[in-house]
């Protein structure tokens, strides 16, 4: 019973810790205070991040490149292979029904020797090769 106790107290510490500010006001339990910020309190503002290559050379992340190298490599890892450990699937579709072997067990975790944990590195690893060899390929066509 302490522990559910213990539990729930941090649950609701962290939760009350990344709260919204405009749900802060809501709750009996909120710890923030509404005071506004005094004048020389250092307001924070997000901004738009511009990287950069080298000296003068932009970098653009572009969406449409993430979204072109995720199908470049999903929908070819769709296709049936004779590799052992894919079962006669493809990479996709073998690691998909290793999610879904070890979500019909879940509050278990998988092993350590089960090949979920080999799929899950097989297929994230060439997931992210494909999407940085696409944003190189569009960064790199036409800028010299």
């Known amino acids: 019973m302490m522990r559910t106790a213990v539990l729930l107290l941090a649950l609701a510490a962290s939760a009350s810790a990344f709260a919204p500010a405009s749900f802060a006001g809501t709750s009996k339990l909120a710890l ?33 490149v993430a979204g072109i190298s995720f199908l470049g490599w999903t929908v070819p890892t769709l296709l049936p292979s004779n590799i052992p ?15 879904g072997t070890n979500l019909a067990k ?7 020797s ?14 992210f090769a494909t999407l940085i060899f696409g944003t190189i390929g569009y960064n790199g066509y036409g800028k010299k």
């Open 32 to 64: 923030r205070s509404r005071a506004a910020p005094q004048q020389g309190a250092v307001a924070l503002k997000a901004q738009k991040q511009d990287f950069e290559i080298s000296d003068g050379v932009s970098f653009d992340l572009n969406p449409v």
């Open 85 to 99: 450990l894919y079962g006669g699937k493809g990479l996709t579709a073998a690691f998909a029904a290793s999610i």
């Open 106 to 112: 879940f509050p278990a975790p998988p092993g350590i």
């Open 114 to 127: 089960d090949p979920f944990w080999l799929l899950c590195f097989i297929w994230h690893s060439g997931l």
